[in-house]
């Protein structure tokens, strides 16, 4: 396994043989089974599978958690080369924003909602560090989570509209056995906040459970999810969506492709969680 923060030594083996295909496994490091999950699956499908680790300072509003992000480079590639991993690409905020950088990739709209809400700033630093992921090492296909569902709409559109020369595979949410998705967030839980937490797939299970008994009304289910949040001493509501699962703007009817999405603070840490409803 390969592991560099440099781009010529990375291009080198990218490019040794130009017929093979390469899968691309963008992350933030501090590794679980969710990251594993996309490994496995690029390496199902591809001839080579690079990852990358890059705690990305332009994606964190100055208030958020990038100084305390956990981070743990020894384990992370001890993981990766259990899951036979060929390339791992560690770059230095100095290589991927040198003196000088002033550069922007955004996308305008669909940014604007869920996430974007909370988080203004958010996907630019997403978008602007994934393409350059993207650039740099031009895999033939790059894997990303549905837990992150804004994140894999945003990056769907930047790779329509830039024409970027890859397919963006999607990979189902890990759970815990318990049910709460993995996060390497989940690490700040202590205590009672990691029971806590399990509020989120409660509201979901809410949510599935209403339109599976026949609800269409968007804001009854709403209603109900939010009524969960606030029943859980720990927790406290940022948002609760239903929207179109492909534009993201909030329904009233449950009727098509629907994405289910919530944000909600447990003590400090900031959780999210969804799922794509059918009708
Ligand atoms: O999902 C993440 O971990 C990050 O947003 C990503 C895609 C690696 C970009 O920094």
Redesign the pocket.
Known sequence: MLVTDNISHLRTARWADPRATWGLV???GFLHEGHLALVRAAKTANDYVAV?I???PT?FAPTEDLSTYPRDLERDLALLRAAGVDLVFTPSNEMMYPAGFQTRVEVTEITRYLEGVSRPTHFA??TL??AK?FNIIQPTRAY??QK?AQ?VAV?RRMVQDLNFNLELVVCPIVREPDGLAMS?RNKYLAGAERQAALVLRRALDAAEAAVASGQTDAEAIRAEMRGLIAAEPLAKLDYVSIADAQTLVEVEEIAGERLVSLAVFIGRTRLIDNVIIHR
């Open positions: 963008p992350t933030m990358s890059y705690v990305n994606q630093g997403v560090v994934v992921l990303f989570g992150d994140q990056l390497s």
